[in-house]
């Protein structure tokens, strides 16, 4: 009997064993939740389902649409055109698609997909997960398989059995900003390798964005070619290896395969030369050999570098989904601009050289609003991404003379309003993120608010557009070279608007000089960070436009109105008079007082409550509405804080995550994600955190939210934050428990609705009770809201 029960208990404990294996075997990581495929419904460019890196060159993914704003992928089109390499604002090119059957040079029409080379394919048959996507090709029975490095894509077609295989490159492709070829040249190396370049010019009108540029590529087979070709517009050449034109230009690499045969290819860019583009490929790829899934894991392993940072226990699947997601997102869609080796073309189209290649040059669409989502989240989990740009614009200003705004292929560009740059470097400097000439940035800096920006004389427009007329007048009049710039119908250039995010940068100016010991430019500067007051009509309590001699102007679309307004967004950039009034980063308690706390929490309540019946989506309205689809609105939820009722924060924050941040292809984020800032917004207000000035004050904040897990670990960088680790612990969060009853900051009550960042980075933890009733008596007295320009104590 003993020995029996012996090997009972043995087989048990076996058995437990496994059970405990499998079940470690089955845990997800970080990474398994990210679903590229979310929101990728009538986006923008930007936003593609394919695979990359974080900031990375190589922007590998399938392409569907034609020209346009929603040009790339749509996941309501039932074909594909190809998987083009550049998936960056304002920039595209190198596509490459598998084919079989008769010679097609022309994607063709979206509804006509024979007529082109396009091929229909069905979402059963295709997948995207971090550093991986597939889809099976209808019309020619080819499964493609993507993943990537930084700058190099890998490809593996699996062919059917045909005499007329091929892999076509096409220099010429739809995109968001259409571009021309000026001229371009494909040469076949060998029966392995080509290589060519394509010379892009892209014109951006409202941005006053001239953008030039070169990509070089090089592409290698496993499989030798069978023969090779080319065409330039019409003309193809069957016969000669290398070819050149301007145009529509492109190649077409022909194979024999048998049944389930696989090909697969490697190729890089760089902007710099085609030996460069070379070398790209032998430091990134080349270690891998031909083992695709060696990539894709490597590709896993990078992005879990920044997503395992934050770990979170809680909260259902579908929230955590979410939650990685928008992780993801917030590292996507900004880009590399050097090699490996750290040459880079600048904006007068000179090679140049960082000295650390480790550093690169990063570029993208511009830092509007960047201070309510991105600046905060890079700076605390990965605050050498945070410091990279930094230096990256720095470097800008040293080769072109002012600091980039949207530094699109490190080119100068008039996108947006303000220069935010501006909000980054400071918060990060404040933050003790420092690895960089701090005297030069802080002179370059100051150059933007203190001279008047240029037409630069190698392209596209440096600095503030109308910084001598705010310097004069104190704000930015009507008229004042703005109502010919219109973007959605709404004006570019917006006066009002242009004031207080001056006066915005002015701040974060004075907030770095004042930590450097630069008495005289403090005072300067504070005192121009006041100028949002000089647009404030006190007799209506609202931002409006105001003309050179300091006249009033139309305020509603109608005078009319005034019982059921429409709200004029004629002088405001992206957002209407109404969504304005609560638009002031760094001086909200001022802006509490001036309206009146009573009418403030009012017309934010009646905002919230409209916005709500829409998902808090309604760009271009002049309704009185919330709009947390564009970055005027983004810090809405957040300012009850401000104003003695911190439940309403609670509230809405919660209602925000849940109605306008979506989990389907259809619904991710209504209208345009924007390169990340969407995804960064909703990781800092699901951990509970926030920066309603962007983490500029000498002693930065952070606000408190409603966070959505039970638990929330963050672990901090080892060189910029010792590696400790900082807990929130919220352990009766639910969607309805989402108010806070009382608050604990390492074992101390916590009265107030924020604490200092420097209380996050020495580690410790954050116990939040929650429950379904809001207390209303916590962080609700006048004493409690978080500091704000007006509030700070020198």
């Given amino acids: 009997m003993i020995p029996v029960m012996k090997r009972m208990r043995n087989i048990l404990i076996c058995i437990a064993v496994l059970n405990v294996l499998q079940a470690a075997a089955q845990k997800k990581e970080p990474v398994d939740y990210v679903d590229p495929m979310i929101g990728t419904t009538e986006v923008r460019w930007m936003q593609y389902p394919g695979p990359s890196m974080p900031f990375s060159m190589v922007k590998l993914s399938p392409d569907n649409k034609e020209d346009g704003t929603h040009a790339g992928y749509n996941y309501a089109t039932d074909n594909i055109a190809g998987f083009s390499h550049i998936h960056s604002w304002a920039m595209a090119g190198l596509l490459t698609m598998p084919v079989t059957g008769p010679l097609q040079t022309q994607p063709g029409k979206i509804n006509q997909p024979d007529s082109g080379y396009r091929s229909r394919f069905d979402h059963a048959s295709e997948s995207a997960s971090i550093g991986y996507y597939s889809v099976f090709l209808k019309d020619y029975g080819i499964k493609t398989e993507l993943t990537s490095t930084n700058r190099t894509g890998f490809q593996r077609y699996t062919f059917p059995a045909s005499n007329s295989s091929r892999i076509l490159f096409d220099l010429k492709i739809p995109t968001e900003y259409p571009y021309e070829v000026d001229w371009a040249s494909i040469k076949k190396v060998n029966d392995y390798e080509i290589e060519g370049f394509c010379k892009q010019q892209m014109f951006n009108w409202f941005a006053s964005l001239s953008n030039d540029y070169t990509i070089y590529f090089v592409a290698k087979l496993d499989k030798p070619m069978k023969s090779f070709g080319t065409w330039v517009n019409a003309d193809i050449d069957s016969i000669a290896s290398y070819n050149w034109g301007h145009g529509d230009v492109g190649a077409f690499l022909n194979f024999n395969t048998k049944e389930g045969e696989v090909i697969q290819l490697k190729t890089a860019i760089s902007f710099v030369s085609i030996e460069q583009a070379r070398k790209n490929l032998q430091v990134e790829s080349e270690p891998f050999g031909w083992d695709f899934n060696a990539v894709r894991q490597n590709a896993r392993a990078e992005w879990a570098k920044i997503l395992n940072r934050i770990e979170v226990e809680g909260g259902t699947e579908d929230e955590r989904r979410k939650f990685y997601t928008n992780f993801y997102r917030a590292y996507c869609s900004r880009t590399t601009f050097s090699d490996v080796d750290g040459q880079y073309v600048d904006m007068c189209e000179q090679v140049q050289q960082v000295k650390d290649p480790s550093s690169p040059m990063l570029g993208s669409d511009a830092f509007w609003g960047a201070q309510w989502n991105l600046n905060q989240l890079w700076s605390l989990i990965t605050p050498k991404y945070s410091n ?65 920006g240029i037409a630069h004389p190698c392209g596209g427009l440096a600095g503030n557009r109308q910084l001598d007329i705010y310097k004069k007048l104190g704000y930015v009049p009507d008229g004042s070279n703005w109502s ?168 809405w924050v919660r209602e925000i995550m849940n109605k306008y941040y979506g989990l389907t292809p259809a619904h991710g984020w209504p209208g345009d994600e924007d390169e990340g800032q969407g995804g960064a917004w909703f990781v800092m207000s699901a951990i509970g955190l926030f920066e309603m000035d962007g983490g500029g004050a000498v002693k930065p904040v952070y606000e408190i939210g409603s966070p959505i897990f039970t638990k929330i670990t963050i672990h901090l960088d080892e060189d910029y934050y010792k590696g400790k680790t900082f807990v929130i612990e919220a352990p009766k969060s639910t969607d309805k428990n989402r108010y806070i009853q009382s608050a604990s900051l390492n074992g101390k009550p916590l009265r107030s609705p924020w604490f200092y960042h420097s209380e996050l980075v020495n580690g410790g933890k954050l116990v939040l009770d929650l429950g379904p009733k809001p207390n209303q008596r916590w962080g609700s007295k006048p004493e409690d809201a978080p500091p704000s320009m007006s509030t700070i104590i020198d």
């Fill in 484 to 651: 010919r710039f219109k973007v959605f119908g709404t004006p570019y250039e917006g006066p009002s608007s242009n004031t207080i995010d001056y006066a915005f940068d002015d701040w974060n100016v004075a907030q770095m000089a004042k930590a450097l010991g630069k008495n005289e430019d403090y005072n300067y500067f504070i005192q121009r960070a006041y100028n949002y007051k000089n647009i404030f009509d006190s007799t209506i309590r609202y931002f409006r436009r105001k003309d050179k001699d300091g006249k009033w102007l139309e305020f509603y679309l109608s005078q009319s109105e005034a019982k059921n307004p429409r709200y004029s967004w004629v002088g405001f950039v992206e957002g209407n008079a109404f969504q304005y009034n609560f638009f002031l980063p760094h001086d909200v308690n001022a802006l509490v007082k001036m309206i009146g706390k009573d009418s403030f929490n009012a017309r934010l309540t009646r905002g919230f409550e409209y916005g709500a019946t829409m998902n808090f989506r309604q760009h271009g309205s002049p309704l009185p509405a919330v709009n947390h689809g564009n970055q005027p609105g983004m810090q809405s939820a957040y300012l009850y804080n401000y104003s003695g009722k911190p439940w309403l924060t609670q509230y």
């Fill in 388 to 452: 990279d740009w930094i230096r990256s614009f720095i470097e800008m200003s040293d080769k072109g003379g002012w600091l980039p705004n949207g530094p699109i292929g490190l080119e100068y560009c008039d996108i947006m309003v303000g220069n935010h740059e501006i909000t980054l470097m400071n918060s990060a400097f404040q933050k003790g993120i420092r690895n960089f000439d701090v005297e030069k940035a802080y002179t370059a800096m100051k150059k933007l608010q203190t001279e008047q």
